[in-house]
């Protein structure tokens, strides 16, 4: 992708207000804490912690090892390097049991340990961020043919400041232009 066509991108996602009237660019962001997994391993995630470090990237997916949520997983990932060097850390969050992010946070062709993914069991991290949870999930499989069992959030990615408000709220996008746009919103915040 040139650098313009991820100015565009970027310019849309800031105009686009996610499908569930997420917060809004400016709004300040619930702070949140719950359990994560990284690489494998039960961790607490605490978004204040996080801040204190640099921008934190949050974006919502509806499930793991689900074929978009695979291919944003693995952008992310792949990209994770280019995220540091712009000052911000990335962090997952979907409706999984903790159990199913222990594997999705460790598996190398996803999270690869590269960051953290928390369980948004009971959908109160996304509807603290306006984000509709969907009631589905009943007869779905993920690729793995495990059953999914939860409901689901748009995918939707936020950009929080260091100082707590979000800079960019991304959502309307296949998984790959949205974490490129995510990476240009970070590389913007540090101008």
């Known amino acids: 992708m040139t650098r313009q066509t991820l100015a565009t991108l970027l310019a849309a996602a800031s105009l686009a207000a996610p499908a569930g009237a997420a917060l809004p660019v400016g709004a300040a962001a619930p702070d949140f804490e719950g359990a994560a997994a990284l690489d494998g391993k039960e961790i607490a995630f605490d978004l204040t912690a996080a801040r204190r470090h640099g921008a934190v990237v949050v974006y919502f997916y509806p499930a793991a090892y689900t074929s978009g949520c695979n291919i944003q997983a693995r952008a992310?990932?792949?990209?994770?390097e280019r995220f540091a060097e712009a000052g911000a850390s990335v962090v997952g969050v979907s409706l999984d049991g903790?159990?199913?992010?222990?594997?999705?946070?460790?598996?190398?062709?996803?999270?690869?340990?590269?960051?953290?993914?928390?369980?948004?069991?009971?959908?109160?991290i996304a509807e603290a961020f306006d984000l509709a949870v969907s009631s589905g999930g009943a007869g779905y499989r993920n690729t793995r043919g495990e059953a999914i069992g939860h409901g689901f959030t748009e995918r939707t990615t936020f950009v929080v400041a260091p100082d707590g408000r979000i800079a960019a709220a991304i959502s309307g996008f296949g998984p790959e232009q949205n974490v490129a746009a995510a990476l240009q919103a970070v590389r913007l915040l540090r101008r």
């Open 76 to 80: 992310f990932s792949r990209e994770h």
């Open 98 to 124: 903790i159990d199913r992010l222990q594997a999705f946070s460790a598996d190398p062709d996803y999270c690869a340990g590269k960051f953290p993914v928390v369980s948004d069991a009971d959908g109160r």
